[in-house]
């Protein structure tokens, strides 16, 4: 059985993008995510459409399942007006595919992990066909059994986040150097087995969606997700829009130069800023000072930092010093309001923020440093990062950001041309 049953799923509206009606709708079901539970008259106040505009989009996403009627409010006089929210039944499956290890979950409409499961794989350069195809398979039987605890939730489809960039025409995996999953299409071979669209994007990427979405940074228009784990990896929120380059490769930070004598790096060159300050990089500081250590995980060295063990604070510490470098130049090249710092190094926020701030404001040729901030939810953030790649296909289409005056809608909007009945 496939991951979507379409038979549940609600209808979208059969309308151009461009309608005002549809504009409107998307306007107002970001508007209800944001202020839930609310009623149709400050939805009104909140998105300036009118209110008779409102009542009759309302009516129709109840129709179709997206929103619920929800309990009576209390005002006080005059109507007790209905408060809506979004239907939480509506759930996405998201995999997080990791070097060595897929991270599952079901995540529902309001950012909620229900779920979750992990899968161990053991894929690496050399690796053959086969060997990549067995390791999908498990894989997707695990994603499985996970969708089937949830058998009373509409499912909406599949998302994954990957390190990595992946060109959004063809799907294809077009870089990724520490996961190397170029013997198979690995897009395909997912929809292949759980029978069900996939919408895959990088993990820096997925994580600007999962901020519009679940996030706090929903109205925020330059943001700059940088993802520390066996690479590096940066999504860019320019202006309301995601960079993406040609080919879909723009982000690939993690292998600008920053010591022409530092160690070689996957991609082949020598010095990138990932192999001097990825989880990699923290765990060969710790080596470097401890050549007698049998320890192999970063989660281990994160552990050993955090009961206070000298050698391992101080290979975290120099590990920030490099991750600092990196992120000065990027917030001179690209001017961010906030850096959003996605990884299990940020167990360690306390210590490591002062580091990264400090040296951001040591180097900011501009009074306006940004603020720099931990992902609201660590591990998981790559997950509903996956799973709101979905749930902004599904009610936005192939937008990869809405219009401005979707996002946010706080301050009253102009009414878009009135659509008849
Ligand atoms: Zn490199």
Redesign the pocket.
């Known amino acids: 059985m496939g991951v979507t049953d379409n038979s549940t799923r609600p209808r979208r509206a059969v309308a151009s993008s461009e309608t005002a009606r549809e504009i409107n709708r998307d306007i107002l079901l970001h508007a209800i995510h944001l202020h839930q539970p609310v009623s149709r008259a400050d939805l009104a106040r909140l998105t300036g459409l009118q209110p008779s505009t409102v009542s009759v989009i309302i009516g129709q996403l109840i129709d179709e399942g997206w929103v619920l009627p929800g309990t009576l409010g209390r005002l006080p006089r005059g109507r007790r007006p209905t408060f809506v929210t979004l239907n939480d039944r509506h759930v996405m499956l998201a995999i997080d595919l990791r070097p060595g290890r897929a991270n599952l979950a079901v995540v529902d409409i309001n950012g909620k992990i229900l779920g979750r499961d992990a899968v161990p794989y053991e894929i690496k350069a050399g690796s053959t066909a086969d060997e990549a195809r067995t390791a999908i398979t498990r894989i997707a039987q695990a994603a499985q059994s996970l969708k089937a605890a949830f058998e009373d939730r509409i499912f909406l489809g599949l998302g994954v986040s990957v390190s990595g960039r992946v060109d959004q025409k063809t799907h294809r995996l077009v870089f990724s150097?520490n996961v190397p999953w170029g013997q198979i299409d690995l897009h395909e071979e997912l929809q292949r087995v759980l029978e069900t669209p996939v919408e895959m994007e990088n993990a820096a990427n997925a994580c600007l969606f999962s901020e519009r979405w679940f996030g706090n940074f929903y109205d925020a228009s330059n943001i700059l997700v940088v993802s520390v784990s066996e690479?590096i990896g940066t999504g860019m929120l320019v202006d309301g829009s995601v960079v993406r380059g040609r080919g879909d490769m723009a982000g690939e930070f993690?292998?600008m130069?920053l010591d022409e004598s530092g160690p070689l790096?996957?991609?082949?060159?020598?010095g990138?800023?990932?192999?001097l300050a990825s989880n990699r990089a923290g765990l060969r500081y710790y080596h470097e000072q401890a050549p007698e250590t049998t320890l192999t995980g970063f989660q281990e060295l994160l552990n050993l930092a955090l009961a206070g063990d000298l050698r391992a604070l101080r290979s975290i510490d120099k590990m920030m010093t490099w991750l600092a470098q990196g992120l000065t130049m990027l917030a001179a090249g690209l001017a961010p309001e906030v850096i959003i710092i996605v990884g299990d190094c940020t167990a360690l926020w306390s210590r490591i923020c002062p580091l990264l701030e400090s040296q951001l404001i040591a180097k900011s040729i501009t009074p306006h440093t940004p603020r720099v901030v931990a992902a609201m939810d660590g591990d998981a953030a790559r997950l509903r990062g996956a799973a709101a790649l979905v749930l902004h296909k599904v009610l936005f289409g192939q937008a990869d950001f809405a219009p401005q005056s979707v996002r946010g809608g706080v301050h009253p909007k102009p009414e878009p041309e009135p659509v008849p009945a």
């Open positions: 150097p690479g993690g292998h130069t790096c996957g991609c082949g060159n020598v990138c800023w990932e192999v």
